[in-house]
């Protein structure tokens, strides 16, 4: 089986695009953003970056006013 990165690029164009745009969007909403509900803003920062796709969705989800 020999698999070859190429093969899979064009499903993994999208995914990291989605991941890029709905990172950036979140980190620029925490920063603008003075208060939160469950956590702060060094927290939030952490989950959305190590937390990659997930982690702004967590955020758009739970803090999203």
Do not use: S
């Amino acid at each position: 089986m020999n698999m070859d990165v190429q093969e899979y690029l064009p499903f993994l164009i999208p995914l990291l695009l989605l991941q890029l745009v709905l990172m950036v969007t979140a980190l620029m909403m925490i920063i603008r953003q003075e208060h939160f509900r469950y956590l702060n803003k060094i927290v939030w920062i952490i989950i959305v970056l190590v937390l990659n796709i997930i982690g702004p969705i967590l955020y758009f989800v739970l803090e999203r006013r």
